[in-house]
């Protein structure tokens, strides 16, 4: 091999670094999670060789996660030091206002439920307000906000009336690192689902799921949940009964 054929694969190497970094920091600014739930948040993507870092702030701590999950499942992607900081103080765990902050999480990742549902919690019961399409919408919405720890009681206040369906995307839309960040935050936030130790794995909208749960019911429940997230086209549930 000649020297100058030496010398050029030394300095492709760089390159091909130079340009994978490029297309890492590029697909987390142009994911869905990005552009839809981080947009107002103040986040800088830098990338070295695909180690990523994460500097900025946001405005809470779930935020902070759902970016940090998000561009950890970006192909090329080998770490991620996430330095987000929460503006502001967080709510205590377990607080009315950290219920709250979980439960309206909840309802922006299912497709099914209204994210414009209004939310409020005193001593551990939610209240619900908005609209609903139709009775097994609100019923659902009752469902999901019971699952979250800390939540006592629901009092749903909803009312029949036509809401405005969240756009359905179709394809490549709705990325996959995004459909797996919102699929893994999602099954951490409902009680029933929190403790199962879930991989979460996406490929063109097509979710696996693998790892152990306690019984069927809870497999099944993994399914559900994971189903009814944006972006979702179905869910192969891999996970073991123990």
Do not use: C
């Not at 030394?10 to 590029?26: G, N, Y």
């Not at 189903?227 to 996970?239: H, L």
């Amino acid at each position: 091999m000649t020297v100058a054929v030496i010398a050029l694969l030394a300095l492709s190497v760089p390159v091909q670094a130079s340009q994978m970094d490029e297309r890492i920091e590029s697909s987390a600014k142009n994911s869905y999670v990005f552009k839809t739930f981080l947009k107002a948040d103040d986040i800088k993507v830098q990338s070295e060789d695909g180690a990523v870092s994460l500097t900025g702030t946001v405005s809470e701590e779930s935020h902070k996660s759902l970016a940090q999950e998000t561009v950890a499942d970006l192909p090329g992607v080998k770490s991620v030091d996430n330095k987000l900081e929460v503006k502001g103080e967080s709510p205590a765990p377990m607080s009315d206002a950290w219920i709250t902050a979980k439960v309206k999480t909840i309802f922006l990742f299912h497709k099914n439920v209204s994210a414009m549902t209004e939310v409020s919690t005193k001593d551990g019961i939610v209240t619900l307000r908005g609209k609903a399409n139709n009775e097994a919408q609100k019923d659902l919405t009752t469902e999901y906000a019971k699952d979250v720890e800390g939540v006592k009681g629901v009092n749903n206040e909803m009312t029949g009336g036509k809401i405005a369906k969240k756009k359905q995307t179709v394809g490549q839309k709705i990325d996959d690192a995004s459909i797996t960040a919102q699929v893994k935050m999602t099954l951490l936030y409902h009680r029933s689902t929190s403790a199962l130790n879930t991989s979460v794995k996406t490929r063109r909208g097509v979710v696996t799921l693998s790892g152990k749960a306690k019984n069927a019911a809870e497999k099944d429940l993994a399914t559900k949940f994971a189903s009814d997230i944006n972006g979702v086209k179905s869910v192969y549930n891999r996970m073991i009964i123990e």
